[in-house]
């Protein structure tokens, strides 16, 4: 099942999405400038073989439900993140906000 919302934070707009998966269910939070995403996410892969797509996004680790992706600190983020201000540590909300 795909589940697709809306959010809004501190009055900006993102997009919820949860794909449940057997055995895993896959969430992201996004808007036109990079997401958000559980630990499916390979931070890595985005940092080095697709370095050349600019991808601004972060992974929590351990998150099972958008609220928790939400108020869950970021294990890893792009390089593209980290020049918007975003850090390892920091919660998804805050990121998110980083991305507006």
Do not use: H, W
Request: net charge negative; aromatic share 2%; charged share 20%.
């Amino acid at each position: 099942m795909i589940s697709l919302s809306p959010i809004v934070i501190e009055g900006q707009p993102f997009t919820a999405v949860t794909v449940r998966l057997p055995k895993t269910t896959l969430l992201t939070i996004s808007n036109e400038v990079g997401y958000i995403m559980c630990g499916a996410l390979d931070v890595e892969l985005l940092n080095m073989k697709l370095s050349d797509r600019l991808i601004i996004a972060g992974r929590a680790v351990g998150v099972k439900t958008i609220d928790q992706l939400l108020n869950a600190p970021l294990e890893s983020i792009t390089l593209e993140a980290e020049k918007l201000g975003i850090e390892k540590g920091m919660i998804g909300r805050e990121a998110l906000l980083k991305m507006v």
